[in-house]
């Protein structure tokens, strides 16, 4: 009987988590890697050079990457970016030219002449993967690749990037999709982290799927939880994510708000308020946040269970809630749900 086997990268701003599933082995046992993120290992790269700097690749995360960027100028040296790289501080390519990035498609003049270092952009290093894998003997062919990444999307002009974002999870609640279908085999042209991921995911010749990092967290939070509805809170170091699942498995209603602006009364308070379809889109946009929708309101007390994950969880000790550790691993719960995601799509749960 073929063992189904996926690989699944959930990449997030700290951690990038790496789970190779194979359906032959308990979850427990399968080979996982949590490693610094691309865009804190980039920034690391550029910390430590001393001399100007081409970053040539794909769309990455931003955060470090762009804080490291910004140090690099102040330091004096110059710093150019291929289009394509340049995306990761900024979509709009000249606000990243205001930053004082020269962006060009090769090394701009002098750079030869006063010595300069290339630096690789991307959120996906296979390679890295793979040579860990070989190492220890773990065979590197899966039946799918499955990745994660926060996504933004590029907003059309005049549209804010808070409102676009919601807009798109808007989308998802409107249209009933199962919790375990917030995944795309094409991403849309707007979501440019993601199309970068395809691309060179397109290049393995392998099944893929690619999610959003939020989504991923849903999915991967409800395994093994059966009861409906159910609520999934993933507390991020940016963003905190309430979705409402409903007893189709449908996602039902999310509120996403900035995790900072948060306290543990608030947060609960939302979500209590939230299940009686007392929080407006509205009020959450004005505070700061993205915005809420939901379909229909269930009443708290319908609730079978509110799941919590994320780097902040803990936020919500204390409460009536259970921490999500699927595979006993809450730095794996994106992971499990890009697996389940992929399996999904097969047909196999």
Not at 28 to 47: F, H, Q
Not at 239 to 260: C, F, K, P, S
Request: aromatic share 4%.
């Amino acid at each position: 009987m073929h063992h189904f086997r996926v690989l699944a990268v959930d990449v997030g701003m700290g951690t990038q988590d790496v789970l190779m599933y194979d359906s032959s082995r308990n979850l427990e046992n399968c080979t996982k890697m949590v490693l610094p993120s691309p865009t804190r290992a980039v920034a690391a790269r550029l910390r430590r050079l001393r001399c100007h700097v081409f970053l040539r690749g794909e769309t990455m995360g931003g955060g470090p990457l762009t804080a490291a960027v910004a140090e690099h100028l102040r330091r004096g040296y110059r710093v150019a970016m291929t289009p394509r790289a340049a995306m990761s501080l900024r979509d709009d390519l000249e606000q990243v030219r205001a930053m004082g990035v020269e962006v060009c498609e090769s090394p701009p003049e002098g750079f030869e002449e006063e010595g300069y270092q290339v630096v690789e952009t991307g959120d996906l290093n296979l390679e890295l993967f793979r040579s860990v894998a070989e190492q220890v003997e773990e065979d590197f062919e899966f039946d799918c690749i499955a990745v994660a990444v926060q996504d933004h999307g590029r907003a059309p002009p005049g549209v804010p990037d808070r409102v676009f974002r919601f807009e798109n999870l808007q989308r998802l609640v409107e249209e009933g999709k199962h919790v375990l279908e917030l995944c795309f085999t094409s991403p849309p042209e707007h979501f440019t982290r993601m199309k970068a991921v395809e691309r060179v995911l397109r290049k393995t010749g392998s099944r893929y799927l690619v999610a959003d990092t939020k989504l991923a967290a849903v999915a991967g939070a409800l395994h093994g939880v059966e009861e409906r509805p159910a609520v999934a809170v993933d507390i991020g170091n940016g963003h905190t994510l309430v979705a409402l699942v409903d007893e189709q498995n449908r996602l039902a209603g999310v509120l996403e708000h900035h995790t900072h602006m948060l306290s543990r009364e608030r947060l609960m308070e939302l979500i209590r308020r939230f299940l009686k379809g007392e929080v407006s889109n509205r009020e959450v946009y004005e505070e700061g946040g993205h915005g809420c929708v939901i379909a229909e309101a269930p009443g708290i007390e319908a609730v079978r269970g509110i799941v919590v994950t994320g780097p902040h969880r803990r936020m919500l000790a204390g409460e009536r809630v259970v921490f999500a550790a699927p595979g006993g691993d809450v730095m794996l719960t994106g992971a499990v749900g890009l697996v389940d995601m992929a399996l999904h799509a097969e047909g196999l749960v």
